[in-house]
C-alpha cells in the first residue's frame, strides 16, 4: 500500500500543502528523488572532475565557460552570487559538449545558484549531452535556464534533473533555437523530477510585457523529443489580474514531446501544446518527413500527455485551462486528473481546425471544443466530483476507495501501463485519471 506524507512549500501566508507518495512506487508532487526508478541521484562523477567552492563564485562563469567536453563541474555546498557588474560575469555559459553541472553534495538545497535579479540568465546551455542536476537556481531577470541550439549544429540530450528553480521573471526553463541562418534546434531532452516555483516574494518581479505576467515553468519553440516527467509546478501565477503562460509548454511545431507524471498545484495554465492559428501561416519548423502534408500549420506534432495532476484550490481566482491543444495533430491525451473551480474556463481545451486529437480515461471537470478541432475518446469522466478525491483543499486527488464512478471505469490503453505513483494498472479495468486505486 501506498503511503503518504505533507509536506507545505512556498512562501508565507501562501505556503501549500502537498501530498505525495514516499513509499511503494511513485513520484511525488513535491519534485525530488522521494521515489521511482526515474528520481534517483546521477551515479557518482567519473572522468575530469572540477571542484568548486563557494568562495570562487566569481569565477564560476570562467570555469563554467572554459569547462572542456566531458567535464563535470562539482559545486560545494553554499549560495552562489556572482558580484560582477555585466552579464558575462555573471551567466554560466556552457559551450562544450557532455559538460554536467552539478552539487558535490546531491542535495538541491544545499547550493543555490542566485541570480539576485541583477543576472538576465542564469546558465544557458548551447552544446549538447549537457546535464544540470541536484542543485537550486534562482532570481533571474528573464530565464534561470536558457537551452538554444548550437552555434554550429543542433543541441540534443540536454538533462535536468532533480533541480529547484525559483522566481523566475520570465519562463523558468526556456527551450528555443539559435535563430541563426540556418536555424539550428534544441531535441531530445529531458526535464525530470525537478520543482519550479514561483514565490509570494518572486511574484512582483515578473516581467509584465508581453501581456503582463510573462512568466511561465517551461516553454519550448521548435524542440523535438522532450521529455517532461516527474516533476511539480507550483504557484505559477499572477495576481495582478493578467494570465500567466503555461507550467508546461511546447509548441511553434513542437514535436513528439512526452509529458507525465507531473503535478502542477494553483498554476495559471498547466499543459500546453500549441497556442494560436498560426495565422495561415507555414509551421515554424520544417521536418524532414513531413509528417502530416497538405494541413498547413501546425502547433505541435503527435505527443502525448498522460499521468499527469493537476490540481487548483477551491478558491483559486487565476486559473484558466489544465491542458491546451491548439492546432496539436496526433496528440494523445490520456489518463490526466484535472480538478480545479467551476470559475475555470475548462479542464481540457482543444481549439481550431488542424487540431485532432485523442483524449482517453481522463478524470476532470469539463472538455470544451472550439473552432472546428476534432477530438475522439469517450472514456473520459467530466463533472467530476470532490467526494471521489482524498482530499481536493489540500491537493491530494488519489483516488478514495468508494471512487465507483473512476474505479475500473477506464479502457486499456497499450502505452499506459502505470500511474502517477509508478503503481501497474493490472487489477482490472484501469481506473479514471492519473491514480490507480
Keep these: 500500500m501506498t503511503k503518504f506524507l505533507l509536506f507545505a512549500f512556498g512562501s508565507g501566508a501562501g505556503a501549500i500543502g502537498v501530498a505525495f507518495a514516499s513509499v511503494g512506487g511513485g513520484f511525488g508532487a513535491t519534485g525530488g528523488t522521494s521515489g521511482g526508478s526515474g528520481c534517483l541521484p546521477l551515479p557518482e562523477p567519473t572522468g575530469d572532475i572540477i571542484e568548486v567552492s ?57 547550493v543555490t545558484i542566485d541570480g539576485e535579479y541583477l543576472t538576465e540568465e542564469v546558465i544557458t546551455v548551447s552544446a549538447s549531452n549537457v546535464t544540470i542536476a541536484h542543485l537550486g537556481v534562482t532570481r533571474a531577470v528573464h530565464h534561470p535556464i536558457h537551452v538554444t541550439g548550437g552555434p554550429d549544429g543542433d543541441t540534443s540530450g540536454v538533462v535536468l534533473h532533480d533541480l529547484h528553480i525559483v522566481d ?5 526553463v ?74 508546461i509548454h511546447f509548441w511553434t511545431a513542437s514535436r513528439d514531446t512526452l509529458v507525465e507524471r507531473n503535478t502542477i498545484v494553483d498554476c495559471a495554465r498547466g499543459i500546453g501544446f500549441g497556442l494560436g492559428d498560426g495565422g495561415g501561416n507555414d509551421p515554424d519548423r520544417d521536418y524532414s518527413d513531413n509528417p502530416y502534408p497538405g494541413i498547413g500549420y501546425v502547433g505541435h506534432y503527435d505527443g502525448i500527455i498522460r499521468n499527469n495532476v493537476i490540481a487548483i484550490s477551491p478558491g483559486f481566482a487565476w486559473f484558466d485551462t489544465g491542458i491546451e491543444l491548439e492546432q496539436a495533430h496526433g496528440t494523445r491525451v490520456l489518463h490526466n486528473t484535472v480538478i480545479h473551480p467551476d470559475t475555470a474556463f475548462a479542464s ?77 494498472r493490472t487489477d482490472g479495468a484501469p481506473d479514471l485519471g492519473a491514480d490507480e486505486r
Design 54 to 110: 563557494v568562495d570562487q563564485a566569481d569565477d564560476l562563469p570562467g570555469i563554467v565557460r572554459d569547462a572542456p567536453a566531458g567535464s563535470t563541474i562539482l559545486l560545494g555546498d553554499g549560495t552562489y552570487r556572482m558580484s560582477g557588474a555585466g552579464e558575462a560575469e555573471r551567466r554560466l555559459q556552457i559551450v562544450a559538449d557532455g559538460v554536467t553541472l552539478r552539487s558535490a553534495s546531491g542535495d538541491r538545497e544545499a
Design 168 to 172: 523566475g521573471g520570465e519562463q523558468f
Design 174 to 247: 526556456k527551450i528555443n533555437t539559435s535563430g541563426a541562418t540556418p536555424n539550428t534546434y534544441t531535441d531530445d531532452g529531458v526535464v525530470s523530477c525537478s520543482r519550479f516555483e514561483l514565490t509570494d516574494a518572486g511574484r512582483p518581479e515578473v516581467v509584465p510585457d508581453p501581456g503582463g505576467c510573462y512568466t511561465g515553468g517551461i516553454d519550448g519553440h521548435q524542440a523535438r523529443g522532450w521529455v517532461v516527467r516527474d516533476n511539480a509546478f507550483v504557484g505559477i501565477h499572477c495576481e495582478n489580474g493578467s494570465l500567466a503562460e503555461h507550467a
Design 348 to 424: 481540457i481545451s482543444h481549439r481550431f481546425a488542424n487540431t485532432l486529437v485523442t483524449l482517453e480515461n481522463n478524470l476532470v471537470r469539463s472538455i470544451r471544443a472550439r473552432d472546428g478541432s476534432t477530438a475522439s475518446g469517450d472514456s473520459n469522466l467530466e463533472d467530476a466530483s470532490d467526494a471521489l478525491f482524498v482530499d481536493v483543499a489540500e491537493h491530494d486527488l488519489h483516488l478514495l476507495s468508494s471512487a465507483s464512478d473512476a474505479i475500473d471505469q477506464g479502457i486499456t490503453l497499450p502505452d499506459v501501463t502505470d500511474d502517477i505513483d509508478g503503481d501497474e
